[in-house]
């Protein structure tokens, strides 16, 4: 069995205000994120974590959703709230986990599925895409140009074999992570990349929004369940 934890417990810094709880015709945004898994026919179980601060007012409109395993209220950073959500498939039987952003709600059925398909015991399976603009590392004033040839960008859902994922972010959880996959780099396991999709953004500015708004609205039929 395959579940998905979608993460909605940031702080939304850069912007401005709680973009998962930022209502699109009369839902929040990561009701829209969570669409496509419910829709796929490889996703049995999901889990949505969510901030104390928007828990109360988002819950609701999971209520009565199939596949809804739990709505729970995830940790101080993003790595605590992937533990709880991985806590949540704990003595069931689900072997293989998907962790994906709540701020994305542009993913596609094919690239879900896709990363399913692909998962096995031993190794975990991230979408992503080749930098194409020229990237500075900069650290105490001085600066250094990174050869993009070799920079990607990656994205999510990112597929786990399930509990390894779980015992890697036990292992590491005291580790600055920057993404899901990060453990499997720590541990030395085998991490495949698969082609990620250029319109499945993740909502960090305000136009962001407005193109994922303009998105929804025009793709009605398929955030229709």
Same mark, same amino acid.
């Given at each position: 069995m395959v579940g998905t934890i979608i993460v909605g417990g940031g702080k939304s810094n850069r912007f401005g205000e709680d973009k998962?709880?930022? %209502?699109?015709?009369? #839902?929040? %945004?990561?009701?829209?994120?969570?669409?496509?898994?419910?829709?796929?026919?490889?996703? !049995?179980e999901i889990v949505i974590? %969510?901030?104390?601060?928007?828990?109360?007012?988002?819950?609701?409109?999971?209520e009565n959703l199939k596949k809804i395993r739990d709505v729970i209220i995830g940790g101080e950073e993003r790595k605590d709230s992937?533990? !709880?959500g991985l806590e949540c498939f704990l003595n069931s039987n689900i072997d293989k986990v998907l962790i994906h952003d709540g701020a994305r709600p542009i993913v596609k059925l094919e690239l879900i599925n896709e990363i399913v398909y692909?998962?096995?015991?031993?190794?975990?399976?991230?979408p992503a895409i080749a930098a194409t603009e020229t990237i500075k590392f900069?650290?105490?004033?001085?600066?250094?140009?990174?050869?993009?040839?070799?920079?990607?960008i990656?994205?999510?859902?990112?597929?786990?074999?399930?509990?390894?994922?779980?015992?890697?972010?036990?292992?590491?959880?005291?580790?600055? %992570?920057?993404?899901d996959s990060m453990v499997f780099e720590l541990?030395?396991?085998?991490?495949?990349?698969? !082609?990620?999709?250029?319109?499945?953004? #993740?909502v960090t500015y305000n136009n962001d929004m407005i193109e994922v708004i303009n998105f929804?609205?025009? !793709?009605e039929d398929r955030y229709r369940i």
């Open positions: 998962i709880s930022y %209502l699109i015709d009369g #839902k929040p %945004l990561i009701y829209y994120t969570a669409l496509p898994f419910i829709k796929s026919n490889f996703i !049995n974590v %969510l901030s104390k601060d928007n828990y109360k007012k988002i819950k609701k409109y999971f992937v533990i !709880n692909k998962i096995d015991d031993k190794k975990c399976i991230i900069i650290k105490n004033k001085k600066i250094k140009t990174l050869n993009r040839d070799f920079l990607y990656t994205q999510t859902p990112q597929g786990f074999p399930f509990p390894k994922i779980y015992y890697l972010y036990k292992k590491y959880e005291n580790k600055k %992570l920057f993404d541990d030395n396991e085998e991490i495949e990349l698969i !082609n990620g999709d250029l319109s499945n953004i #993740k929804i609205q025009k !793709n």
